[in-house]
């Protein structure tokens, strides 16, 4: 038995499973954000609640490890930052711990039960609160140790000056500290920068998409600059990689005209020039930070078992 988690700033979802097609879960709990002792105990009762010892525990997080020092970057959970995460919890539950990004794990749940079935590489891209993704290749996670890989969303290459646009677009700043992230102005908090720069006015991304579907000029100027925005970025992505299945998360990704518009306007850029969908929404029934984490946990107990 694997008990994992899936660790966001709001909650810490958890569930009790024994393989990637049984995942069962748990109670939900607020996550103690600025308290590690506190956050500890909140493991621990979900320990307590899967009714048995487990293996190992495994830990989707919205968050990287320094490589050279393992020491975690939790930007939404403070209490987490500067910590050896795994080493510490492993000590202080009395159980093998695996921490891994959040971004990673969805992507490692979409190519094992989700839209990048039978995909030899598969990107998971998480279009949300924020620009994210993970890389899986051979049913292998790429940088699994760290979080880095796959993460498209940070360094400067939206463009400013943009065809479909008669000014050009502001530097933005992202929580990064760079400017000019995807993360910055294609989540779906860019789509509102995007529409208060173009519209001249403030509305929050579901009101945005809601006009844009109704036809509204703002808002498919908006759209427009989205898709011209973030399409050659992905198809890079898609060319780096040789990913022949985009699997899309994240809030923005339940738009479904969205998501096929975004399709349209990737395929052409990439090499490949695919005729079959690329760019999907994800298909993973069960929350895919959890089927991820237990994925990877069951992967290292059968190694450790070999």
Not at 2 to 11: K, P
């Amino acid at each position: 038995m694997i008990v994992c988690f899936d660790i966001g700033g709001t909650s810490v979802k958890s569930a009790v499973a024994t393989s990637a097609h049984d995942v069962r879960a748990l109670s939900r709990r607020p996550t103690p954000g600025q308290d590690f002792d506190a956050f500890v105990a909140t493991l621990s009762e979900a320990l307590a609640e899967a009714g048995g010892r487990p293996d190992r525990v495994a830990i989707s997080i919205a968050g990287v490890v320094d490589p050279k020092t393992g020491r975690a970057t939790v930007a939404n959970i403070p209490c987490l930052t500067g910590r050896r995460l795994a080493p510490e919890l492993s000590a202080l539950l009395g159980l093998e711990v695996l921490v891994a990004n959040d971004a990673d794990c969805f992507a490692l749940a979409e190519a094992a039960v989700g839209a990048g079935r039978g995909h030899e590489v598969v990107f998971g891209a998480i279009i949300g609160t924020g620009v994210g993704g993970g890389l899986v290749a051979d049913g292998r996670l790429i940088g699994a140790g760290s979080g880095y890989a796959g993460e498209w969303g940070h360094g400067p290459v939206a463009k400013r000056l943009l065809d479909c646009l008669d000014h050009p677009l502001p530097a933005y700043l992202c929580g990064c500290g760079l400017r000019g992230c995807l993360d910055a102005i294609c989540s779906a908090r860019g789509i509102e920068r995007l529409y208060r720069d173009i519209a001249g006015a403030e509305l929050p991304s579901t009101e945005i998409l809601a006009l844009w579907h109704a036809g509204e000029t703002g808002a498919a100027r908006t759209v427009a600059a989205w898709l011209e925005l973030i399409s050659g970025p992905l198809a890079m992505v898609v060319n780096m990689t040789g990913a022949t299945v985009v699997a899309v998360g994240g809030g923005l990704s339940n738009d479904a005209a969205l998501m096929a518009a975004l399709d349209a306007a990737t395929r052409p850029l990439t090499l490949a020039k695919p005729t079959q969908p690329l760019v999907v929404q994800a298909q993973c029934r069960t929350e895919p930070g959890l089927v991820g984490a237990a994925i990877l946990a069951l992967r290292a107990r059968s190694r450790d078992a070999a």
